[in-house]
């Protein structure tokens, strides 16, 4: 086994335990291979055990490695924060953008989607400590915004994603990770048609699955420490 299957494995087993922890499947979560500042051939290496969605931060790097791997199926996610001018880029190269958080990056990807690709997949995403420097809606704009991305054309509303502050405790990282859980359920409540809750990483991936996540987005536990930008 190579170094990738084997960092797989190890990821998959830390979400089945906190699954059994949590009485949960461990079918019910799915993993981000988080591969900016990666090279391709890791990720042809990764896609190649069986990985099929990839997470990437920096839009002009992102398309510099997907055109080394237009030979693979392989499900993009952009989530890295998103300016106004690089909406277009994003609509025509990825499937998944997570990290929406504003009307007018909704309204730009909406009308810039290409008319021949599938709805762009969304989720919008929530600064849910209220951190000062952090990208993300707070949590009381989010219903606004969720109605809004659910009647644009071209997008198609998934669900809620965030990077909580780096917390003290597991107990902080849960507390987090639950308020989440319940925004997420609040805005189901209201009727929406929402599957994914993209939250945990390398460090608080159980905490994230104990509170309700459905996708873990993983970097360094899976591909090793990255270069430096
Ligand atoms: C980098 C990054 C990750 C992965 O972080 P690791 O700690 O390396 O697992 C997950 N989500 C987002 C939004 C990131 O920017």
Redesign the pocket.
Known sequence: MNDLNVNLENVNSRIARACKKAGRRAEDIRI?A?S?RQASSRIRELRANGQKAF?E?YVQEAVLKQRDLTDLEIEWHF??PLQSNKTALVARHFQWV??VDRANVLQRLSSQKPENLPDLNICLQVNIDREQQKSGALPEEIPGLAQLATNMRGLRLRGL?A?PRAAASEGEALQSFTNMYRLFQQLQAEGMKLDTLSMG???DLEQAVLAGSTMV??????FGP?TPA
């Open positions: 981000l988080v900016k997470g931060n989530i890295g997570q990290s994603m990077i990483m390398s460090a987005r993983v970097g360094t536990d899976l990255r």
